[in-house]
Each structure stands twice: as C-alpha cells, then as structure tokens.
C-alpha cells in the first residue's frame, strides 16, 4: 500500500504545483501587456535573448527593457516577470502613468513608497536611514530638516565658492589643450563635482581635482569614499555578498572610516554653530551648517542620521551632476548650431572678454548670481541633455491589499500592488507619441518653442511629484556656471566610441538634425547610476573663434 500511496500523493503534488506555477506565470497577470510568458522561466529567457541582441558591450540593462518595450509596441507598462531573481517588474514607459505611481494620493501623500530593501546594498554607501530610502513622516522630517540649504536662493550666495573649483577644472583643460592628449571627461568632472559637494555641503576642500594632494585628513577621507564608491562599479554589483565577500569586507572598512570622519565634521559644525548662534557672523551657510540650526543637544542618533544624508549628498551630488556635464560638452561638441546658440548668449550676457578667470571674477561679483537665470538657450540644452541621457531613476512598491491602481485606455484598471515598479526615464523622455519624430534627437530649441506644449510630465529626470530630487537646483547651477566659463574657452572633440565621422573632404558629415554624424554610438553603462560607457574619451583645444 505504501507503494501506490506514495505514487498518488507525489501526482496530486506534481498536478499542484503544475497547476500553481501556471497560474503565477500565465493568469496573476495576463492583463498586463507583456511578451509572451515561459511557463518555467517567465521572462527571464525573453530579457536574456533582448540581453543579447539589443545590448552593447557593459551596456545598461535599461536598454534591454527599451527593446522589449518598443517590440511590444510602446504600451504604458510592461510587464517583466523575474521570479525567482527578482521581483515581479513592471516597467512604465508613460508619463501619465508616471505621474499616477510617483505623485501624491488618498493612499500615499508621498507617492507610494521607495522600496528600502533594493537600498540595503548601499548602506555602507549612504548609510541605513538616507533620504532616497526611507518613507513617509521619516522622510518628510528629514526633507524638511535639509530644505533649507538646497534652496536656488541660498545655493546662488554660494557661487564664488562654486566658481572657485570650476576655475581649477579649468586649469586641468589647459594643460590637455597644450600637450593634445585625450582624457576621460567622465573623470575630471567627477573631480570636479566631488569638490564642490564637499564645499557646499561640509564647507570643506575636498582637493579631488589635485593631482598630488598634501596628505590630510580630509584628503584621506576623499580617498577612501571614492574607494568605497568604486567597490559598487562593475557586472557584479547585483550579486549578493557572499558570491563577492572581498567587496564586502572593503565596504566595510572603507565605510567605518569615512563615517568617523563624518561625525567628527558634524560635531565640529555643531560646536561652531553653538558658539555663533546669538552672532550676526555666521561663518558657514554649508547644507550641513544650516541643517544643524535649532538643534541644541547633538544626540548619537542626530549624528548618525546627519551622516547618512552628508554621505548620500556627496555621493549623489557629484555623481549624476559629473554625468550631466560629460554629456552636455559632448552633446554640445557634434551639434554646431547649438554650440554656436551657447557662445551667442553668453556674448550677449558676458561680454566678449573670454577668458576664463575674467568670466568667474564677473560671475563672482555680488548682484551677478542671477545672471545664471538668465540664460534660457543653456537651460534648454541642459534639460535636452537630461532628456536623452538621464543619469538615474527609482522603483516604488506596495504590499498586497494596499489597493494601489491605474487606469489606460488600452488596458482598463490594473492593481500594482506587490509589483516592483520601475519608470524608465529613458523611455518615457524618448516617446514618439510626445516628442515626435524627433525624440531621439537632441533638439535645444524644442525647449523654446511654446507651440510644442510638452506637458510637464513627461521631462522628469530628476523625478516628479513628493520625492523629486533635492539637489536638482544645485546641480544646474553648477553645469550653468561651468558652460558659462568654459565652452567659449574650449573646444571638445571626443575620441573613441561617438567621434565624428569625416568626410572624404575632411570634413565632418552632418546628418538631418543637424549633427555630426559618429563612426560609431556612444550609450549609457550602468555603475550604480547611468554614465558614458568609456568614461567620455575626449580630446580639447583652445576654441577659435571667428573662424
């Protein structure tokens, strides 16, 4: 009898599970749009063989979902279901969508909330209570608490100390003009963005733009960060901690030193901002100085969360504004007309004078931080270059039963609820069915039109809604203040991957919108947030000109 007992029970298992695996892979989600389900793998194969054929080299993973995207049609979401890898994604290639997920609701008055466990991997980077991870009332304290230094008004009273680090970049241009060797963009403008986050935020001089800093603390400090901030690039940042314990071993390390050097500086700008409290000279107006204000008795806790923001400020704050910039000089360096547009209003703004040290002693001079709103052709380059190339996003979850929906025309009601959701930036400020025909073209101008009537949705590089980003003012001021002194100064010729096709005449062959036609494309790698695939290979010479 055991026999035949234990034959009908292992059957009615099989059936089960049989029954359970096709009713997860082919009915929990049929309403979805969504390629074509593996009753075994799900998509899992589909993102594979997308993977394969629509991916370059170390290219984002983002462009995989785009191909599957656009195979399927361009529908306002798709499905992708990645279990048991990953959770069940839903991919939002709408910005009507993306304004419903991300956007304030009876349910959620934050947008729904961040998922905190995706962030794990990066507590030793930003620590376990950043901003970009925590919800609700939590995270509302804290965007409250550091409002205050992020706001365009206080961060303009800033701009010498931001020109001050632009003029060293500058100097590290020159000497590549003189000598002709190429360079990573990428790099220097890390340096670059890394120096001024550190000023703004800790009022400290980080000297990441010095080839050969006099060892300090601080240098030291800079050093092991960005070691720290290296152990997150690579294939292997999605794999668990066990499959790469050497990483983890060094993320630990790295991050118990750089959080002691951070409470020291906290505790530091606590004691002066006591000392000066009931003074008119206040000698800091740092995001950290201004964070501290009101609070009397500096607690283990208060120090630890200040931390973690500090730590998500330098990180974030250099690193999508380092992108930024690399692409902006490149999208710049093959469009002539644009750059010609650039050179023209800053004459028109700056005067003709050039040189770099007389633009920043202009800039510099109280009264003349406006100038930088006063300059609409670069501001419609700069969210161009956003459109096409945006440096990072964020997914959103809720849990089962919290009865979060939308609604499309071609699909009716669906409930998300327990699906990962994931607007790709990349998509949606690429749609057809917005921009036209020339969504994946960089077109300034289309900025300027106000016959286009882009609605405001569907440009949301730095998110909309609640959690948009707090330091998106900042970064454009600094890419402002940059262009301004250096593109009338320089001319950028990239090298490698995107370089300019020539002609048999010698010329450059220019293509329908008006752009240098490239040997080959440049794309977006993924090293935590999105950057140029190799490091933005350039090579810069003084400009002429007039000729």
């Known amino acids: 009898m055991t026999g035949p007992l234990s034959i009908t029970l292992i059957a009615l298992l099989a059936v089960y599970l049989y029954r359970r695996l096709s009713y997860k892979r082919l009915e929990q989600y049929a309403k979805f749009p969504q390629h074509l389900p593996s009753r075994v793998l799900g998509h899992l194969a589909t993102v594979d ?88 009332e939590e995270w509302k304290t804290l965007r409250k608490r550091f409002s205050p230094g992020f706001q365009p008004r206080h961060l303009l009273k800033l701009l010498p100390s931001i020109l001050d680090k632009i003029s060293l970049f500058i100097g590290r241009l020159e000497k590549h003009a003189r000598t002709g060797e190429e360079f990573l963009l990428q790099s220097y403008a890390t340096d670059l ?12 001089d980080m000297d990441a733009q ?89 607690t283990p806790q208060i120090i630890d969360t200040t931390c973690d923001q500090l730590s998500t400020f330098l990180f974030a704050g250099h690193d999508t504004t380092s992108t930024l910039m690399s692409w902006a000089l490149y999208e710049l360096s093959r469009t002539p007309r644009a750059l010609a547009a650039v050179r023209s209003e800053l004459d028109s703004l700056l005067g003709p004078d050039t040189e770099p040290s007389s633009i920043i002693a202009r800039l510099s001079q109280p009264g003349n931080e406006d100038l930088l709103n006063r300059m609409p052709y670069i501001s419609a380059v700069l969210k161009e270059t956003l459109r096409l190339w945006p440096p990072g996003g964020s997914s959103r979850m809720t849990p089962p039963g919290t009865g979060l929906t939308i609604s499309t025309p071609e699909t009716g009601t669906l409930c998300l609820d327990g699906l990962l959701i994931y607007p790709i930036m990349s998509i949606i400020q690429r749609d057809p069915a917005v921009f036209g025909e020339t969504a994946n073209q960089f077109i300034p101008e289309r900025w300027l039109d106000e016959k286009k009537d882009i609605p405001l949705g569907a440009w949301r590089p730095f998110e909309r809604g609640p959690r948009n ?79």
């Open 49 to 136: 063989e997308f993977m394969k054929k629509a991916v370059p080299p170390k290219g984002h993973a983002d462009m995989a979902f785009a191909a599957m995207h656009e195979a399927l049609g361009r529908p306002p979401v798709m499905l992708v279901d990645l279990r048991p890898v990953s959770s069940v994604l839903l991919v939002v290639g709408n910005y009507s969508i993306a304004e419903q997920v991300t956007g304030s609701s009876n349910l959620f008055a934050y947008g729904p909330p961040k998922v905190r466990e995706m962030w794990k991997e990066f507590e030793y980077l930003t620590g376990p209570s950043s901003i970009v991870a925590i919800n609700g």
């Open 193 to 204: 963005t890394f120096d001024i986050i550190g000023r703004v935020a800790l009022d400290i």
């Open 210 to 298: 010095l080839d050969h800093p006099s060892p300090t603390e601080i240098t030291e400090y800079t050093r092991r960060f960005r070691s720290l901030i290296s152990t997150y690039a690579g294939e292997s940042l999605d794999l668990p901690w066990w499959c790469t314990p050497w990483k983890d071993l060094k993320r630990r390390r790295e991050s118990r030193f750089c959080r002691q050097k951070l409470r020291s500086i906290v505790r530091e700008r606590h004691t002066e901002y006591l000392a000066q409290q009931n003074s008119d000279n206040i000698s800091s107006r740092s995001i950290l100085s201004m964070s501290l204000q009101g609070i009397e008795t500096l």
């Open 469 to 547: 980003c707090i330091g998106q003012e900042l970064a454009l001021i600094e890419v402002k203040a940059m262009i301004a002194v250096a593109v009338r100064h320089f001319d950028f010729e990239k090298v490698g991957l995107g370089a300019t096709l020539v002609g048999g005449d010698g010329e450059p062959e220019v293509d329908e919108a008006g752009q240098f036609r490239v040997k080959e494309k440049i794309y977006q790698t993924r090293e935590v947030t999105s950057k140029p695939v190799d490091g933005m290979r350039m090579k810069v010479r003084f400009a002429r000109l007039g000729e």
